[in-house]
């Protein structure tokens, strides 16, 4: 079992000044990188102060910098908000500058409030149709002259400039959840990576079946899984229970964001009142307790080991949770010093 970071700014509050938000990443994701983690996963949200990272690729370039070792992945570019060719020169260009640390996870997006704003008329069925036209042309445009005549995208011979220092290119990611999405990434030799969100553990085990199945499509390809998840490793059980409170307020705003009815303003979402959060029995922080990777650090261990026997390959610690930045380093810590070896 891999282990990986995944992280953004998070600005809950007008008063937090954005250059503090960039130190606190920058200082997670050292402690990622010098705890031996593989990897370290950051994503492309526009507009947003719930999520902070408008381009992925600027964010990788900035923490080539601030780490040796550790993997960079986009976790993960909205395909359909790059057009082909420039989305292969700029992670070309960026597995250049990072030495060929690059790997690319790519979506279709989720929030309704980006599309309207990026690419207005787009719903989700079209951003995942525009995702899988360009994916597969990326392996192409990365090895040499490439031309296309789509649905989306058509242009005559081209060539990402410059060339990936990685064989091939970086290794790319899918986000998948349905069944045609693991077998789309499977069939093109991808790896995946999936979300449970807040689902717990059936779903983590329906996510990997959809995998195994696409697999068995497709003998001789041998992709990796990787399980994106909120984590949260506790010091006591009172420390565990508050941070289910945390996380489920954080819960209560990705809802509120994803269902992109409530008032937005300087990229701020309207706050939800106690009664709001306390009223939204599905992000309950009991039913959180029992559905996320959140515990004391031997229990863990044991949840990790269950998704570790279904044979995923590598487990992402999601750590944007509305935290402060003192409780995130204190649970990563843990998870680095008590987890992390138990699975060495």
């Known amino acids: 079992m891999d282990f990986s970071l995944f992280a953004h700014m998070e600005r809950l ?3 937090q000044p954005h250059e503090t938000l960039h130190s606190d990443f920058i200082d997670l994701c050292r402690m990622a990188d010098e705890g031996g983690m593989r990897a370290i996963w950051t994503g492309e949200h526009h507009g947003m102060e719930f999520t902070i990272a408008p381009n992925p690729f600027i964010s990788i370039v900035d923490l080539a910098h601030h780490t040796r070792n550790v993997r960079l992945g986009t976790g993960t570019v909205i395909a359909p908000f790059w057009h082909p060719i420039r989305l292969a020169g700029e992670a070309a260009m960026t597995d250049l500058i990072t030495g060929g640390r690059l790997e690319l996870g790519i979506a279709r997006g989720a929030y309704s409030y980006e599309y309207e704003r990026m690419m207005p008329g787009m719903d989700a069925w079209e951003a995942g149709q525009r995702m899988r036209e360009s994916a597969p042309l990326l392996p192409r445009l990365w090895g040499g002259d490439c031309a296309h005549e789509g649905t989306f995208y058509s242009f ?17 990611w899918i986000a998948a959840r349905d069944p045609n999405s693991h077998e789309f990434g499977v069939a093109n030799g991808f790896n995946i990576q999936v979300t449970p969100l807040w689902q717990g553990i059936d779903e983590i085990k329906s996510l990997k079946q959809r995998f195994d199945a696409a697999v068995d499509l497709h003998p001789g390809r041998k992709p990796k899984i990787m399980l994106l998840h909120h984590a949260y490793v506790g010091a006591d059980a009172n420390d565990v229970a508050q941070a289910a409170k945390e996380i489920s307020r954080y819960y209560c705003y990705f809802g509120a964001w994803f269902q992109n009815k409530r008032p937005v303003c300087n990229g701020q979402i309207a706050p939800l009142s106690k009664e709001e959060i306390a009223a939204n029995s599905m992000m309950a922080p009991e039913n959180l307790m029992r559905d996320l990777t959140i515990g004391t650090s031997r229990e863990v261990i044991d949840r990790i080991r269950r998704y570790e026997d279904m044979g995923y390959d590598e487990f992402a610690f999601w750590i944007d949770t509305g935290m402060t930045t003192e409780r995130k380093r204190a649970s990563l810590a843990r998870f680095i010093d008590d987890v992390m070896p138990a699975f060495a």
């Open 13 to 15: 509050t007008p008063d």
């Open 156 to 172: 005559p011979a081209s060539t990402a400039v410059p060339k990936a220092v990685q064989a091939g290119g970086p290794p790319i």
